[in-house]
């Protein structure tokens, strides 16, 4: 028992190992162009070692994406939701922005992965913990607005229109906050502010 035990943790850390090295080749400017040679030389494995693990660079790209959503979901699920369910979802977006925040490699992964044509390359099982992943997320703010709407806080729509807003306002963030040219005159901080605030103004009843 022991052996195996240890025979896990040995291939989980070379999982990571192997994960670590193909997010730090990903940063660069050609990173659809890395290979899985590339990311064994980086990871101080042999290539076959590699595909132990991975049957494709692209599993790799979800799996990165998969951990790192269920990353940023353990943050959300730490925020203290005892308090104002506007204070509260503005506290959620916050975990968000922060998460994405100064990491062009998980933008532009996470756009990636959520192309049609990628999720015919990976397989059934891995296409399908990406799509749960909306899922997650939606299940952190359902309790919110479900309480904002019973409190009297949100205007009185239907609760998926709200989580459509709140969502489309996050990932529309990731766009505008990113890109200089959008946000003259604002820092990206400021523009999450701008957007987080216009967004839940969005959705409080008047």
Known sequence: MAILERKEREFK???????????????????QAVTIDQIAAKAEIGKGTVYLHFASKDEIYARLVIEFFGDMEARMKAVD????????????????????????????????CRREDFRRLIGEKMAAELDSLDERFMAILNPLVQRGLAEGVLEPRPA???????????????????????????????????????????????
């Open 13 to 31: 850390r070379r999982e990571e190992d192997i994960l670590a090295a193909a997010l730090s080749l990903f940063t660069r400017d050609d990173w």
């Open 81 to 112: 939701a005892s308090g104002p369910v506007l204070d509260v979802l503005a506290a959620v977006m916050r975990v968000f922005w922060e998460s994405f925040d100064g990491r062009p490699d998980y933008r532009r992964l996470e756009r990636y």
């Open 160 to 206: 998926e229109a709200i989580h459509f807003a709140l969502h489309a306002a996050m990932v529309g963030l990731l766009e505008v906050a990113g890109n200089p040219c959008l946000i003259k005159g604002l820092s990206p901080e400021a523009a999450f502010v701008e957007i987080r605030d216009f967004a839940l103004r969005g959705i409080s009843k008047r």
